[in-house]
């Protein structure tokens, strides 16, 4: 047949001939094969034959000898247990002749085996093969996985498992399936029953049992866990949970001192920690410690540990805490540098001493310094006090101002009788110490006489610098007058009676006790007039000259105390003037309409006001009497009227008695004021009204 293709070419071959050929190439080896039976090699179980099975029906596959196109007639298996006893077949399937696909043992976990042979066309049984099939379908009991109770953050978790009680499936334990979450769920497989092996974690036995899950995010990590038979069936899913705590206790050191301390103090650390906690759970559990001065730390159990701080000086607190997860900070081993504090303690007083003179130019600066080598002198508390010397009564104390390392106080000796002192001071530091001495620096006692400063006197009085009074008496000779010049101001008299409107000069002198003027200072002069008067007190300022006189008019307005004071200087005393009365008379007019009046005709009308200068406003105005008189008569009232509230008033008069014909009549005016009128009483000029 070669040589006929290498001859012709094969599209010159006619189709009778083409089919011929084929038909030959066929039936020759066919013929030559049928003496052989068909035989089954390499028969393979899907899955291996040395792998358990999780499901009962199985597939096996062969290669076929002779192979195609030549085809069994039927495929027949027969089954037995581990045994050796038959439990199925044989089975003749003319179906599926390539494999056998499902072959299906029993629902007993075993290990089977399967017998397997072929059927030529001509009925003849090949020689049969043999596979082993391990079926185990059972539930391997739950894995004990294992946590300890907290991690501290920076600590690799290891899960431990404990092994699945009771038997063993046949299969055995293949290892273990994990899975991680924070709390959501989830399975170490994508079947919940059945586990591949790529999907266990720990694949090499039951043994296999010890896994590292690295550093775990702070807080709960649920580690999910499957035991894992030989044949891939999952266990009932068993959780156990990791707890880490990433962060150091909260510390806080309680009882530190804001400033200095006068003594031990008592210091308490407090931990909290709300993960794994500060409960006390022996030596290898929380605890709490502070050193002092890198001393051994003191220790204890639990969230708490106090210790004493004692001695001056400044003393050094390291505190720190572990939590359960075994978290601390006290700068060991890599740890976090512990937190530290000071606490200051002075046990020792100040000294004080007051200054060792007087100065000069302020005699009653009383002055004291604090001094301290530790904690130095407090800038906010001390005092100076001063009694009479010799005396037991208790000390009196004085504005004191604190002024770095000193106290100043300014004692007004004005205000105090003459005689000896004594002065204590009392001094602090920092730390609340105290010291009181009345010591001066260089030695001695503070102790001063009283007047510290040169003494003064005021005097005072109505007039200027130099005034003329005259001094009347009657004698046989008649009446004689005698000039009078007092240079004095006390000498003159201390009450002075003016007219309304009228202002008066008011003056005085400052000397010293010793009649030495004492120029250039100011006085003040103060001016208190009556009740009812707006304002009700006025004061000036004025300095006295060169010859320690000085000298003001006072303005009009109404009656009133006038007085001068020299409120002293550093050096000198305070004095005081006496005080002098200015009586201020009532001014009021009146007015007739007419100077005559006809018995029995029209009323003569009376007006007239009263001034007011100088009174605090009223609506009730101020009664005003009107009084008359004839000749060789004495003065009397008819009647009495009110005054409007600016001073005004009117009274219409009739004349009705017949006498009065002919009688000349002076009539007045008559205030004589009311209570918070502030003016003198005073009469008006006479007005005359002739009767007809």
């Not at 300890?148 to 046949?170: C, N, Q, R, Y």
């Not at 929380?286 to 001056?312: K, N, R």
């Not at 001390?382 to 000193?406: K, N, Y």
């Amino acid at each position: 047949m070669s040589r006929l293709a290498g001859a012709f070419p094969s599209r010159w071959l006619a189709p009778a001939t083409l089919l011929l050929a084929l038909v030959c190439a066929c039936a020759a080896p066919a013929a030559a094969q049928a003496s052989e039976p068909l035989r089954i090699e390499d028969l393979q179980v899907e899955g291996g034959s040395a792998s358990w099975h999780a499901s009962n029906a199985f597939r096996l596959d062969w290669t076929q000898s002779p192979g195609p196109p030549l085809l069994p007639r039927a495929v027949v298996y027969r089954l037995f247990d581990s045994a050796g006893h038959l439990v199925a077949g044989p089975v003749r399937n003319t179906e599926n002749l390539r494999m056998v696909d499902p072959l299906e043992v029993p629902l007993v976990p075993g290990i089977y085996t399967a017998e397997v042979w072929l059927e030529d066309g001509e009925g003849r049984a090949g020689p049969a093969a043999r596979a082993t099939l391990r079926f185990d379908d059972t539930v391997p009991t739950p894995a004990a996985p294992q946590a300890p109770d907290w991690l501290a953050g920076h600590e690799t978790a290891v899960l431990k498992i404990g092994h699945p009680g009771g038997s063993p499936p046949p299969s055995g334990i293949r290892g273990y399936a994990i899975s991680l979450d924070a709390g959501g769920g989830s399975s170490p497989c994508a079947h919940l029953d059945w586990c591949s092996v790529a999907e266990t974690d720990l694949p090499q036995g039951i043994g296999d049992d010890t896994i590292a899950l690295g550093t775990l995010p702070e807080g709960a990590t649920y580690a999910r866990v499957l035991a894992v038979s030989g044949s891939g069936v999952a266990s009932p899913l068993s959780t156990v949970v990791f707890k880490s705590d990433a962060t150091l206790p909260r510390l806080s050191l309680q009882g530190v001192p804001a400033g200095w301390s006068n003594g031990p103090v008592r210091l308490t650390v407090l931990a909290a920690d709300e993960l794994s906690g500060m409960t006390a759970a022996g030596p290898t559990g929380p605890f709490a410690a502070v050193a002092v001065d890198a001393a051994p730390p003191a220790l204890a159990a639990g969230d708490s540990v106090s210790t004493w701080v004692v001695g001056s000086g400044l003393h050094t607190i390291t505190y720190f805490a572990r939590d359960a997860a075994g978290n601390v900070a006290d700068g060991a081993a890599g740890d976090p540098s512990p937190p530290t504090a000071i606490v200051r303690i002075d046990e020792e007083s100040p000294r004080v001493l007051f200054a060792p003179a007087q100065d000069p130019a302020e005699p009653e600066r009383i002055e004291a310094t604090v001094a301290d080598s530790l904690s130095g002198p407090s800038p906010d508390r001390g005092s100076i006090q001063l009694r009479r010397a010799g005396t037991h009564g208790r000390f009196e104390e004085l504005p004191t101002l604190v002024a770095g390392d000193r106290l100043v106080a300014r004692w007004d000796s004005d205000s105090y009788p003459t005689g000896k002192y004594e002065f204590l001071a009392t001094g602090y530091d920092l730390a609340g110490n105290a010291a009181t001495s009345s010591d001066r620096a260089r030695g001695g006692k503070m102790v001063l006489v009283n007047p510290l400063k040169a003494s003064t006197r005021l005097e005072v009085g109505f007039g200027a610098q130099r005034v003329a009074s005259h001094r009347c008496k009657r004698t046989p000779r008649g009446r004689r007058c005698l000039r009078r010049t007092p240079s004095a101001f006390d000498s003159r008299p201390a009450a002075r009676t003016i007219p309304f409107g009228q202002g008066p000069r008011f003056g005085g002198r400052l000397q010293n006790l010793s009649g030495a003027a004492l120029a250039g200072q100011e006085l003040m002069v103060t001016e208190t007039f009556a009740p009812g008067s707006q304002p009700s007190r006025r004061m000036t300022i004025v300095r006295s000259g060169a010859d320690g006189s000085f000298s003001l008019r006072l303005a009009a307005g109404p009656s009133r105390e006038v007085s001068a004071a020299f409120a002293g200087t550093r050096t000198l005393t305070r004095a005081t003037g006496r005080s002098v009365h200015l009586e201020v008379l009532a001014a009021v007019d009146l007015h007739a309409s007419a100077g005559s009046a006809k018995v029995g005709g029209a009323p003569i009308l009376f007006s007239g006001s009263v001034g007011q200068t100088g009174a605090a406003p009223s609506e009730e105005g101020v009664p005003v009497e009107l009084q008359f008189r004839y000749p060789g008569a004495e003065w009397s009232g008819f009647r009495t009227v009110q005054t409007d509230a600016h001073g005004r008033f009117r009274y219409a008069y009739r004349f009705s008695d017949d006498d009065s014909r002919g009688i000349r009549f002076q009539f007045r005016a008559h205030v004589k004021g009311r209570e918070g009128w502030p003016y003198e009483p005073a009469f008006s000029r006479p007005v005359a009204v002739t009767g007809r």
